[in-house]
């Protein structure tokens, strides 16, 4: 085996969680081999969260022509075209490909194009090669599940990586689950024109949310002729001459000329060779410590195959903590709690911490919320976007929750992360002077409103 192949740390996997890991490590000195098989930048990059926001950007625009009228300007949408919105979205992709390719070579990271295989706890076999590494860092992701008896085929029945480059707009869609992948296709769909109708097993739509955010998006998106049927498990599929027809219980069947299955992601475990290592796999997930280990000395594990939220940017917080604890910098473990959630549909849903629900569940009545309407901040009148802010905290306690609703609201949970991670009352954050006219201002009337002194709110 030639040294080139022996490294301080080898990484199976090159998306947020990989690349963030490797990036890192070899800024702090350390030896680094990134093993991918496809692209460096992975399943958000690619297939993912850049591309589906490059969607979502276009519906912002389409929505714009479509309703600049209210704003007094004559524009008029005379359509979409597909190929535009993806070179257009393709040469976002490109662009940061490129850039993190830069930045890979420019810190002496070994790329080895391949797919790789644990096989032992210190080497990965890539083809006829095989890498060692002091520590070995899992980071193979995840990939778009579907149900059993329900097969992907590509044309029809898709999921989000085959939605992203679909050629033309369908003209009806049904979206199987109504959670993040789904409700933001189903945004982007309806922008564009397509009739959407979203098929939800659980009561509402994007269920791990606030109940109250569930239910303003749910108002939003009947408005915007999106139709939801929730509490309404899939059945079947049958395949017609022109697309299919979705049967699901306590409704009638849906025709439509594509069918999106966002049913949740599956880890990226099998046939890897971990279990054989003696890494322990628990239902395709690999269970860590806190600090990233998994059951075999030296092998750590990052990002979407570790139980919890599947996020990109958990991705990067979690390849960041393991290069650091390899290089025995000690970092501080990554919470899930302090993660924050966005939404990115039209209105978006952004949030951190509990929720009311789940408030209540862990401190019982000792729980106080505070909803503030988006009908009393300037900046949301100006964009005419409706939603809210809204508060939970424990009584005399810290902030332990916020959920935003309206359009562009992800921007503004950078605020809302630090009043959860500091553990901010709502006495800290009321003094602070935000800008005029911002929609971060809302965050500051609700927390005033909470304090007991409210400016804009009635109190
Ligand atoms: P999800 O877990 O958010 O939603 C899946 C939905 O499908 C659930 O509401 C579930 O109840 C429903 N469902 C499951 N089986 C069903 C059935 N038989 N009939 C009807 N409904 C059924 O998963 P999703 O949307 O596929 O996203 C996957 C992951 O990717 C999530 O963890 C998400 O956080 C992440 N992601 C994050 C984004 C963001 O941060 N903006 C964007 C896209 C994905």
């Given at each position: 085996?030639?040294?080139?192949?022996h490294?301080?740390?080898v990484i199976l996997?090159a998306?947020s969680?990989?690349?963030a890991?490797?990036?890192?490590?070899?800024?702090?000195g350390?030896s680094v081999?990134?093993?991918e098989?496809?692209?460096?930048?992975g399943?958000?990059?690619?297939?993912?969260?850049?591309?589906?926001?490059a969607?979502?950007?276009?519906?912002?625009?389409?929505d714009?022509?479509?309703?600049?009228e209210?704003?007094?300007v004559?524009?008029?949408?005379?359509?979409?075209?597909?190929?535009?919105?993806?070179?257009?979205?393709?040469?976002v992709?490109?662009?940061?490909f490129?850039?993190?390719?830069?930045l890979?070579?420019?810190r002496?990271?070994t790329v080895?194009?391949g797919?790789g295989?644990?096989?032992?706890?210190?080497t990965?076999?890539?083809?006829?090669r095989?890498?060692?590494?002091?520590?070995?860092?899992?980071?193979t992701?995840?990939?778009?599940r579907?149900?059993p008896?329900?097969?992907?085929?590509?044309?029809?029945?898709?999921?989000?990586d085959q939605?992203?480059?679909?050629?033309?707009?369908?003209?009806t869609?049904?979206?199987?689950?109504?959670g993040?992948?789904?409700?933001?296709?189903?945004?982007?769909?309806?922008?564009?024109?397509?009739?959407v109708t979203?098929?939800?097993?659980?009561?509402?739509l994007?269920?791990?949310?606030?109940?109250?955010?569930?239910k303003?998006?749910?108002?939003?998106?009947?408005k915007?002729k999106?139709k939801?049927?929730?509490g309404a498990?899939?059945q079947?599929?049958e395949h017609?001459?022109?697309g299919?027809?979705?049967?699901?219980?306590?409704?009638?069947?849906v025709?439509?000329?594509?069918l999106?299955?966002a049913?949740g992601?599956?880890?990226?475990?099998?046939?890897?060779g971990f279990?054989?290592?003696?890494v322990t796999v628990d239902?395709?997930?690999?269970?860590?410590?806190?600090?990233l280990?998994?059951?075999?000395?030296?092998?750590?594990?990052?990002?979407?195959?570790?139980?919890?939220?599947?996020?990109a940017?958990?991705?990067?917080?979690?390849?960041?903590?393991?290069?650091?604890?390899?290089?025995g910098?000690?970092?501080?473990p990554v919470r899930?709690a302090?993660?924050?959630r966005?939404?990115?549909s039209?209105?978006?849903?952004?949030s951190?911490g509990?929720?009311?629900e789940?408030a209540?569940?862990?401190?019982?009545?000792a729980?106080?919320?505070?909803?503030?309407?988006?009908?009393?901040?300037?900046?949301?009148?100006?964009?005419?976007?409706?939603?809210?802010v809204k508060?939970v905290?424990r009584?005399d306690?810290?902030?332990i929750g916020?959920?935003?609703?309206?359009?562009r609201?992800g921007?503004?949970?950078g605020e809302?992360?630090?009043?959860f991670?500091w553990?901010?009352?709502?006495?800290?954050?009321?003094p602070?002077v935000?800008?005029?006219?911002t929609q971060?201002e809302?965050?500051?009337?609700a927390?005033?409103?909470l304090?007991?002194?409210?400016?804009h709110?009635h109190s």
């Amino acid at each position: 085996m030639a040294d080139a192949d022996h490294f301080d740390v080898v990484i199976l996997g090159a998306g947020s969680g990989g690349y963030a890991c490797a990036l890192r490590a070899a800024q702090l000195g350390l030896s680094v081999a990134l093993v991918e098989k496809d692209k460096v930048g992975g399943t958000c990059l690619h297939v993912g969260c850049i591309p589906t926001k490059a969607l979502l950007h276009a519906a912002e625009v389409a929505d714009a022509a479509r309703e600049s009228e209210q704003f007094g300007v004559k524009a008029t949408l005379d359509g979409i075209d597909m190929a535009g919105v993806n070179a257009y979205k393709d040469g976002v992709v490109q662009r940061l490909f490129k850039g993190l390719t830069g930045l890979i070579n420019g810190r002496g990271i070994t790329v080895v194009e391949g797919s790789g295989r644990l096989t032992s706890p210190t080497t990965v076999a890539v083809g006829d090669r095989t890498l060692t590494g002091k520590h070995v860092v899992l980071a193979t992701g995840s990939y778009a599940r579907t149900l059993p008896g329900l097969e992907i085929d590509g044309e029809r029945v898709i999921t989000s990586d085959q939605a992203l480059t679909l050629d033309r707009v369908p003209a009806t869609a049904v979206v199987l689950g109504g959670g993040v992948i789904g409700c933001e296709f189903a945004s982007v769909w309806s922008s564009f024109g397509t009739q959407v109708t979203i098929v939800e097993a659980l009561p509402r739509l994007m269920a791990a949310e606030d109940a109250d955010s569930s239910k303003q998006l749910e108002r939003a998106f009947r408005k915007r002729k999106i139709k939801a049927l929730t509490g309404a498990p899939f059945q079947k599929v049958e395949h017609t001459e022109r697309g299919v027809v979705v049967h699901v219980e306590g409704a009638e069947p849906v025709e439509a000329e594509v069918l999106l299955v966002a049913v949740g992601r599956g880890p990226r475990t099998e046939g890897l060779g971990f279990e054989e290592a003696g890494v322990t796999v628990d239902r395709g997930f690999v269970p860590t410590d806190e600090r990233l280990r998994t059951s075999v000395p030296g092998v750590f594990a990052v990002g979407d195959i570790v139980p919890g939220l599947q996020l990109a940017h958990r991705g990067f917080a979690h390849g960041i903590f393991v290069a650091e604890e390899i290089a025995g910098l000690n970092p501080a473990p990554v919470r899930d709690a302090g993660i924050p959630r966005v939404t990115y549909s039209n209105p978006e849903l952004a949030s951190v911490g509990l929720t009311e629900e789940q408030a209540r569940a862990a401190h019982g009545d000792a729980v106080e919320t505070l909803t503030y309407d988006l009908g009393g901040n300037g900046k949301s009148q100006i964009l005419k976007t409706s939603g809210s802010v809204k508060l939970v905290r424990r009584q005399d306690g810290p902030v332990i929750g916020v959920h935003l609703v309206g359009a562009r609201v992800g921007e503004l949970i950078g605020e809302a992360q630090l009043i959860f991670n500091w553990e901010a009352f709502p006495d800290d954050v009321a003094p602070l002077v935000h800008a005029h006219p911002t929609q971060n201002e809302a965050l500051g009337e609700a927390h005033l409103a909470l304090a007991g002194k409210p400016l804009h709110a009635h109190s």
